[in-house]
């Protein structure tokens, strides 16, 4: 007798955490393992942050919180979406919540009935596919391939797009890829939008600020479609502040009120002192985040140089977050007269056994072709790792 629900039964594990576990489990064996499979940054949390939260508990912010936040972070975030991306919200149009990852869970749970289409541009971050299954949702995926930068065209969307559709979920700057859309192009997708009012967007704005083309650019720009898009973003990659868990939502009204109703049946409020810590970091300016990106700046063409040395894998240059995405189908089929690389999830094992460099499978966000790398460490360590990675791939013939 299975005694699980059919809902866990048909939910993926998270391949990236998956991937994150392997690495640790040969790590505690002594192996020297470089992981490259989390997207979370290397750098500490900025003092100025640590020192309102020590602050915050002196002063017995320790009990519960309003389910979506204190008012004074949720008007916080309001003034910086005004000051930063020109966007108009009110306080209580804001939802925060334990990580971006729940901000978009509620907003899905909101959203989508069973049997309703969700298009997703594919590659795409991992979880929104699943969510959109524990929603009992269908994912309609639409291609964005290697020449088109992995960014789908206004065409593509348009003949994705039936009555059944009811959300489409993106991110930009893009998780796994690095991509950015540009305004002109985030405008052409708003005119498809426009036509369809039935339509919902989930705009996963969290690498806003790593973003090495141009200021960042938020599809909730367009006021003729602004009440149906969901702005998702938070503290962790920008602040480096992962383990805080805390990321929020901002929305229409009615949907903000839907997911303060769900939140409050989950979860509740996220933790007191990381939103006392949350409130710190979006009074305290933008110097200690344009530090990182332009530490992450140097990673990338670090990394974009020593991968042009390595034979068999085709990149793009990302333009924003901290991962590169590269197509690694020529090394499948390929062994080094132990094993056959049959696939892109065979040759991440096969690096992480070999090269004790922990990678994650293209497969695990919509492209089996290519794997994911992420460049969240130190340039001595992105270099030691290219290094291990292309003296494993030519023991494969």
């Not at 002196?58 to 204190?70: A, M, R």
């Not at 391939?145 to 348009?158: A, G, H, R, S, V």
């Amino acid at each position: 007798m299975n005694i699980l629900s059919d809902r866990i039964n048909k939910l993926k594990e998270s391949q990236t955490i998956r991937m994150a576990k392997m690495g640790r489990e040969l790590a505690a064996k002594g192996v020297d393992v470089i992981n490259l499979s989390f997207g979370e940054p290397d750098f500490h949390t900025p003092s100025y942050i640590k020192e309102a939260a020590k602050q915050a508990l002196d002063e017995n912010f320790t009990y519960y919180t309003p389910v979506p936040g204190y008012p004074e972070l949720r008007k916080a975030i309001a003034g910086k979406l005004k000051r930063e991306n020109n966007l108009d919200y009110d306080f209580d149009q804001i939802v925060v919540g334990t990580g971006a990852k729940q901000a978009i869970a509620n907003a899905v749970m909101c959203l989508v009935n069973p049997d309703d289409e969700v298009i997703i541009p594919t590659p795409y971050w991992v979880s929104y596919s699943e969510l959109i299954k524990l929603a009992e949702g269908k994912s309609v995926f639409v291609k964005g391939t290697f020449e088109q930068d992995f960014k789908i065209t206004p065409e593509q969307l348009e003949a994705a797009i039936t009555p059944k559709t009811k959300l489409f979920i993106f991110s930009s700057p893009c998780n796994p890829t690095g991509s950015v859309y540009s305004k002109e192009e985030l405008a052409g997708l708003a005119k498809i939008f426009e036509k369809y009012p039935h339509l919902y967007i989930i705009s996963d704005e969290i690498y806003e600020h790593i973003n090495f083309v141009d200021q960042h650019e938020s599809i909730a720009q367009f006021e003729s479609i602004k009440e149906r898009v969901v702005v998702i973003n938070g503290f962790s990659k920008a602040y480096a502040m992962t383990g805080w868990r805390i990321g929020y939502l901002a929305a229409s009204k009615e949907i903000a009120v839907a997911c303060d109703k769900m939140q409050g049946q989950i979860t509740s409020a996220t933790c007191s002192i990381t939103q006392r810590a949350g409130l710190a970091a979006y009074e305290g300016g933008l110097e200690s985040v344009l530090e990182m990106k332009k530490a992450f700046l140097n990673r990338r063409n670090l990394v974009y140089e020593l991968m042009k040395g390595i034979p068999g894998l085709r990149t793009n240059l990302p333009h924003g977050a901290f991962y590169f995405f590269p197509d690694a189908s020529s090394y499948f089929g390929k062994s080094d007269n132990d094993e056959v690389i049959k696939n892109a999830s065979d040759l991440c094992t096969y690096l992480l056994n070999r090269a004790h460099v922990a990678i994650v499978t293209g497969e695990a966000f919509g492209d089996p072709n290519c794997i994911r790398i992420s460049y969240a460490a130190s340039e001595e360590r992105l270099t030691e790792a290219m290094k291990r990675i292309k003296t494993a791939l030519s023991q494969l013939n």
